[in-house]
């Protein structure tokens, strides 16, 4: 196997052609004190060896790697990807180059992400966390030390101090099972993701605050915890519902995917969606509106979200450590579909929760 070429370097073309580097530096950047003669042999040899400039070394000597780093969970499903589209328009305009890290939900492996971004002396990092993170941030902290911006968005830590562009999912879990209950549902189950995630908590707290502002109790009995944000999990919850004595007749999931699940065992069990059991989740993932009946879904401003989370890092690189913006909170929009509607569509547009409700935390 034959070995790989090494890259030709600045110092290859000086070596070859008896000039300094500093003067080979300066003819492939045409500068003026450099003669027409030594550019044209410069720049003649450069071709033939097949030179790349190396644009990260040049910035790192002028003290700016003009690159951002991104850490997402996964990029699975819509919602990262999307948020990914705004992060790098916005990125490419400034005039910066995007490195992006997955950690597949884990924690270590979001703990070596910051490790390889802060040694390729990225100048800023935004932040999703992994759903293993939990309360161990000693990572950010090493990034904070380090003075590199951080922002964190989606799913972010409880943290003082920190920098977040976020939805509020409280206000669209509380708008979508308020849609269910004016629907007729009386008995509306819930699907919910991990709770020491913000978005999971905050969506959990939408569903029982919209049931209790409705005089409904939250049965403990209604509410399935998945163990993954995956299809199997949405199966398993929607089969352990309709075991119950009296099963649901609505359904909120805080997850798209898991959903799908739901409705492969409703269409297995010849339970019509809406008639028998009307659906509602979180996360406008295209193939919510090609599904059959097509999903009523929370939309959560993906791209939004990620050209937000760009211009705050960018204002923490130009005003410097002192500035500490607030977070940012993202509203909802709920998308009404086939698949909740056991009423005619209402003229009125959901109502949202009560004013000083659900503050985000």
Same mark, same amino acid.
């Given at each position: 196997m034959a070995n790989p070429q090494k890259r030709v370097s600045i110092v290859d073309i000086a070596r070859q052609l008896g000039l300094s580097v500093s003067t080979v530096s300066r003819a492939l950047a045409g500068h003026k004190d450099i003669s027409e003669a030594t550019k044209v042999r410069v720049r003649q040899l450069a071709q033939e060896l097949n030179y790349l400039p190396n644009h990260m070394a040049a910035a790192l000597r002028k003290g700016h790697s003009k690159t951002l780093?991104?850490?997402?969970?996964h990029i699975k499903g819509y919602f990262f990807p999307a948020v990914m589209n705004g992060i790098e328009k916005v990125a490419s305009q400034a005039g910066f180059n995007v490195v992006l890290c997955q950690s597949n939900e884990d924690l270590q492996r979001e703990q070596r992400n910051i490790e390889t971004l802060l040694a390729a002396q990225v100048e800023g990092i935004l932040v999703s966390l992994s759903a293993t993170t939990e309360d161990q941030l000693?990572?950010?902290?090493?990034?904070?030390?380090?003075?590199?911006?951080?922002?964190?968005?989606?799913?972010?830590?409880?943290?003082?101090? =920190?920098? @977040?562009?976020?939805?509020?999912d409280?206000?669209? @879990?509380?708008?979508?099972?308020?849609?269910?209950?004016?629907?007729?549902?009386?008995?509306?189950?819930?699907? @919910?993701?991990?709770?020491?995630?913000?978005? =999971?908590?905050?969506?959990?707290?939408?569903?029982?605050?919209?049931?209790?502002?409705?005089?409904?109790?939250?049965?403990?009995?209604?509410?399935y915890s998945l163990p993954a944000l995956n299809n199997e999990s949405g199966? @398993?919850?929607?089969?352990?519902?309709?075991?119950?004595?009296?099963?649901?007749?609505?359904v909120f999931a805080a997850y798209a995917i898991p959903t799908i699940g739901a409705l492969e065992v409703?269409?297995?069990? =010849?339970?019509?969606?809406?008639?028998d059991v009307a659906i509602a989740c979180f996360s406008n993932d295209p193939f919510t509106n090609m599904t059959r009946p097509r999903l009523t879904a929370v939309d959560q401003r993906a791209e939004q979200m990620g050209e937000t989370a760009v211009r705050l890092l960018l204002q923490l690189l130009k005003r410097g450590p002192e500035y500490t913006p607030p977070h940012i909170i993202l509203k909802p929009e709920l998308l009404i579909r086939e698949s909740s509607l056991h009423l005619p569509r209402q003229a009125q547009p959901v109502q949202p929760a009560p004013e000083g409700i659900g503050t985000i935390e």
């Open positions: 780093g991104v850490i997402v969970p000693q990572h950010f902290e090493q990034a904070r030390h380090s003075g590199t911006p951080l922002v964190f968005f989606d799913r972010v830590p409880d943290w003082p101090n =920190s920098t @977040a562009v976020i939805l509020d409280f206000q669209g @879990a509380y708008r979508a099972v308020t849609h269910l209950i004016e629907q007729g549902c009386t008995r509306i189950a819930h699907l @919910a993701g991990p709770q020491h995630l913000n978005t =999971s908590r905050n969506r959990y707290r939408g569903y029982a605050e919209a049931l209790q502002a409705h005089g409904m109790p939250v049965e403990e009995e209604l509410v199966r @398993a919850g929607m089969e352990q519902l309709l075991r119950l004595p009296t099963r649901p007749d609505g409703l269409e297995e069990k =010849s339970l019509r969606v809406p008639q």
